[in-house]
């Protein structure tokens, strides 16, 4: 069964850094374009960033207002993904999900993991 | 940056109504679209990709059209599980943006 688990997510202060965990199964995520997104209390969905396979050169993009403080990047050896957080501000807020549109695991959601920054 | 506008915003039906969605892109995105559906509390479910592609599992009720800037997502009749919001995406290389969601409520 193709699946990812999120885990990571907790109360941090702002400023403060926090690193996310999308963990896989049934599919390898270094042959996937693994995208982040984000949903704020009561909000829509908001696409965070993205890292390529490895075969298309592994490498990333991100949505404006988390460039240059947030970094995707996969572990081989754990087939999964992270997402680090830096200089977070309050409207980071929200639930953060990984999933891809990538062939091998098209569809797939995890529950998310809740990210609060808060003083 | 491509821009996703979704109408209405909020829509009430009943039970059994056939119901359509509207996704609006700017510029045009050829056929790199998708809907999702979701429930509080729950995760995106996948719905529709390529614009007009059913997601594996996902009943016929749902259908999906249109390509570059007009898209179109139809409940051909409305089901008791299918009050939900959806959302359009537009996905590619480069990025995702995502519509701000239409809300389907009992009227």
């Known amino acids: 069964e193709v699946q990812v688990v999120e885990s990571g997510g907790g109360l941090v202060k702002p400023g403060g850094s926090l690193r996310l965990s999308c963990a896989a199964s049934g599919f390898i995520v270094n042959n996937a374009w693994m995208s982040w997104v984000r949903q704020a209390p009561g909000k829509g969905l908001e696409w965070v960033g993205r890292i390529k396979s490895k075969t298309d050169g592994g490498t990333t993009d991100y949505a404006a207002p988390v460039k240059g403080r947030f970094t995707i990047s996969t572990d081989d050896s754990k087939n999964t993904v992270y997402l680090q957080m830096k200089s977070l501000r309050t409207a980071d807020t929200a639930v953060y999900y990984c999933?891809?549109?990538?062939?091998?695991?098209?569809?797939?959601w995890g529950q998310g993991t809740l990210v609060t920054v808060s003083s | 940056d491509i821009q996703m506008t979704q109408s209405p915003s909020t829509l009430s039906a009943s039970v059994g109504d056939r119901v359509t969605i509207s996704c609006r892109a700017s510029p045009s995105l050829s056929s790199w679209l998708a809907w999702y559906q979701q429930k509080p509390g729950k995760a995106p479910k996948l719905l529709i990709y390529k614009a007009s592609t059913l997601e594996s599992g996902v009943p016929s009720r749902f259908s999906g059209s249109g390509s570059g800037t007009e898209f179109t997502l139809t409940i051909s009749s409305l089901q008791p599980d299918d009050f939900a919001t959806y959302y359009c995406?537009?996905?590619?290389?480069?990025?995702?943006?995502f519509g701000q969601g239409t809300k389907v409520e009992v009227k």
């Open positions: 995406q537009h996905y590619n290389t480069y990025s995702w943006t």
């Open positions: 999933t891809t549109m990538s062939e091998t695991a098209r569809g797939v």
